[in-house]
């Protein structure tokens, strides 16, 4: 379930006209009328309120996509969205999303929440079904880190991955438990491959990879197919 007290502050942005009608990471078919949206960590179905920072307007949103991919931005809106929140001819806004609850609309296609974990390399990842549809997939902006407050950050030392999913819903338990068990920050490393997204679980920023290999040990009594990451090499 959603964070019902989530708040996140940045950039909002909204999709491009050439988006209508396509597939969703969700595996509905985006609609410029709908009052949807895309997160990068939000469980589908979150409904969030938008506040745009610059005019107070609002308007409530369901998450129903990943992105968007471009840091700074936390949020893309439909068109519908967009003009609500008086931002179709900005472009941007600043604005500030709370979540509100989580649904399950009648007829979800969304993909299952049975996933179990797995840290296989990423090459190894395959391709959904049905692609993304976000408008801000830029080439060099595939990759970005956020911590348990879903901020952005850039860890630079070396952590621990203990887990990898290709969908957000399944993580968001594990990473709260391993902030608690571990005591270390934890970091969702968002990644995007081959037009797939890849969620990353990470603990620990260590500066030596001594340091990391410590851990590693306790880390595995928990976590057995644990390894160590190079931050500046994801």
Known sequence: MAQSNFVQTGKASFYSDKFEGRYTASGEKYVHEGQT?????LPFNTMVKVTNLDNKRTTTVRIN???PFIRGRIIDLSKKAATDLGIFTEGLANVKIE???KTEPAGNTGPSKNMTPTVKPETEVAKPSVPAANSNVAEGSQSMFFNINAHNVTPGGYGIQVASYKESDNFLRMVTDLKENFKLEVFVQVAQINDAVLYRI???DFAA???ADTQLEVVKQA???AFVVDFKKL
């Open 65 to 67: 996509d990943r992105g």
């Open 209 to 211: 990879r001594q340091g």
């Open 223 to 225: 976590y057995p197919a």
């Open 37 to 41: 949206a895309a997160h990068l960590t």
């Open 202 to 204: 990470i603990v620990g």
């Open 99 to 101: 979540v509100i609850e």
